[in-house]
């Protein structure tokens, strides 16, 4: 395929995938919202409002990592239960297109609810500068490309879509439990934290915090784990490291 | 130009211990612009043949060719030039038909107009034009498979693979399906298809390849392959005839209504000129692919194959 044709290609997979359902299933969206949307409920209530922002940050960093999730269901549902992989893969779609595509559309569906966390952020009297918005559309990109790899390379590996059921909580699980995605990384158990620098979620949400501005809690200093240029690079580093795996190790033809 | 080359490719699954031998030594050649028809008994191997070729599935011993590059190595020219319906494929059910047409073939790269002209003629030529604007779910089951056939055919590509792409298709259905198919190869492009209804695979290949157990029994065109067979008439008589009394003449077996014997051409009319005398009913006729078929794949493992006795 020429530039043009995969483009061409990548956005009509966006647009049979995302806007379409989109306009014909508008319910989905509400499903996208609403998990994160009962997290930021849940941690406010307990914290007696004093954890907005940080579940504010926490909401934006899971909505683009369940998007890893959705592509994965996505490519395990149309592999498993209809049995188009080997349609696309005897096509002239490559593999990145077919997924950047998936992600795409699943980035479209994550739009509402992005959107609703920066409104409550901005509602919450929080200034919000050019500098800290592009830093959290950056945290975001990144988060996006590294779980979309993460979600591709898994779904070639599932033969029946019942795994990807079995495995998805337990990734997710490693991916967001542990990371302090809804509080301070100072709330983590410090036999812990190494644990959670593994996570790219970590990175993340350091990089988020940072951009609001989440300082202190509740009078107490916070300290950021690491400098911004270091979060940037880790998600960086996460994603490529991700790619390169989804490259080599993707089941894009059965071995 | 052959479409397809293969010497001796072989597929093992390696499932635990013991792996299937799913394809065993296949060698064979499909000219361009040919219908050819895969045929032969469920778990035969059609299905693992078709995923090598169409890049889907590596092949684990042996070499492919197809439209001139190597299906191992060179996977991305072969995919801009194919198209494929998978076994069990169901298209995608949020969609109406002519957006799954229109939309395939603008992820395959198609530019707008190009679709549109294209998508509008398959539904035409395929029967769906008044079930255009439904959508998928809403389709019975072979109107959903015909849509998938429309996917395909509407494509620019110049070989495609079809698995089983008339399974549930009712008779006229299916002869619009063949109509599309014959377009194509007068079209030039090739097409590689399975199917287990064999008045299809004769009515519409130009040659046929009969697997079984993973091997190549018998390939060629039609006629040749019914030349091949043992017996290659076959005569219906009342079951008033015994048994005892047929076998002479050939192979007999036992349906409903009488006994079928196949059997050799002069044997045929001598048992044709007996039924006479006898005043009972009869049938006379060279065998069908079906009975080919029966013959080729449908005895005990442990008997010689007749293609070899027929040779020697
Ligand atoms: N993914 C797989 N893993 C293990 N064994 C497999 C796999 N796919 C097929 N097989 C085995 O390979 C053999 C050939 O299967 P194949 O699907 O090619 O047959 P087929 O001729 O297409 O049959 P059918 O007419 O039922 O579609 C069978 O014994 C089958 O069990
Ligand atoms: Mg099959």
Redesign the interface.
């Known amino acids: 395929m020429t530039g043009r044709n995969r483009l061409r290609s990548l956005l009509t997979i966006a647009y049979w995938n995302g806007v379409l359902p989109m306009k014909r299933m508008p319910l989905f969206l509400l499903n996208t919202i609403a998990s994160p949307l009962s997290f930021l409920f849940f941690i406010v209530v307990v914290s007696h409002g004093a954890l907005l922002l940080y579940g504010v940050a926490g909401g934006i960093v899971l909505t683009m990592l369940s998007i890893g999730t959705s592509v994965q269901t996505d490519l395990s549902h149309y592999k498993s239960d209809l049995k188009l992989h080997d349609l696309v893969v005897a096509s002239p779609v490559e593999a990145p297109i077919y997924v950047a595509g998936l992600a795409l559309s699943e980035f479209l569906f994550a739009i509402p609810g992005i959107s609703l966390f920066i409104v409550i952020w901005a509602l919450s009297g929080n200034p919000i500068s050019l500098s800290s918005a592009l830093l959290v559309v950056l945290a975001l990109i990144l988060v996006w490309a590294f779980a979309s790899a993460l979600g591709f390379t898994l779904a070639t590996y599932f033969e029946d879509i019942r795994e990807t059921f079995v495995f998805s909580p337990l990734l997710s699980l490693a991916l967001t439990v542990l990371p302090p995605i809804y509080y301070p990384a100072s709330f983590l158990p410090s036999w812990l934290r190494p644990f959670a620098y593994l996570s790219p979620a970590t990175y993340a949400v350091d990089l988020v915090h940072q951009a609001m501005g989440l300082t202190n809690f509740n009078g107490i200093p916070e300290p950021y784990l690491l400098p911004a240029w270091a979060d940037i690079l880790a998600l960086v580093a996460f994603a490529a490291a991700f790619f390169v795996i989804a490259a080599k190790k993707a089941r894009w033809r059965e071995p | 130009m052959d479409a397809v080359n293969t010497h001796g490719l072989g597929r093992t699954y390696d499932s635990g211990k013991d792996g299937t031998r799913a394809l065993d030594g296949v060698s064979l050649k499909i000219p361009a612009g040919s219908v050819y028809g895969l045929i032969g008994r469920n778990g035969a191997g059609k299905t693992t043949f078709l995923?090598i070729i169409?890049?889907?599935?590596?092949p684990t011993d042996g070499s492919a060719e197809v439209l001139g590059f190597d299906v191992v190595r060179e996977?991305?020219p072969i995919?801009?030039r194919?198209?494929?319906?998978?076994?069990?494929?169901?298209?995608?059910?949020?969609?109406t038909v002519e957006?799954l047409v229109d939309?395939h073939l603008?992820?395959?790269?198609?530019?707008r107009a190009e679709a549109k002209e294209r998508t509008r003629k398959v539904l035409a030529d395929l029967d769906l034009t008044r079930l255009s604007h439904k959508i998928v779910n809403r389709l019975s089951g072979g109107m959903r498979r015909r849509a998938m056939v429309a996917m395909v055919l509407a494509s620019d590509a110049e070989f495609l693979?079809l698995d089983e792409p008339t399974t549930g298709l009712d008779p006229l259905a299916r002869r619009e399906v063949w109509a599309a198919i014959r377009q194509a190869s007068r079209d030039h492009r090739t097409v590689l298809l399975t199917t287990h209804y064999l008045d299809e695979a004769e009515a519409l290949s130009h040659r046929l390849a009969l697997l079984d157990n993973g091997k190549l029994i018998v390939e060629g065109t039609p006629n040749e392959i019914r030349a091949r067979v043992r017996w290659p008439f076959r005569v219906t008589v009342p079951l008033t005839i015994p048994e005892e009394e047929l076998r002479s003449y050939g192979e007999v077996s036992a349906f409903a209504g009488g006994h079928l014997v196949f059997t050799r051409e002069a044997q045929a009319r001598s048992l044709t000129e007996l039924a006479l005398k006898r005043n009972l009913p009869v049938s006379m006729a060279p065998v069908s692919l079906e009975d080919v078929f029966l013959q080729l794949v449908g005895r005990p493992l442990d008997e010689a194959t007749p293609t070899e006795e027929a040779e020697s």
């Open positions: 995923r169409g890049t889907q599935l590596m996977p991305r995919r801009e194919i198209a494929v319906i998978p076994q069990e494929s169901r298209p995608l059910y949020f969609l957006e939309l603008r992820q395959r790269g198609m530019a693979l």
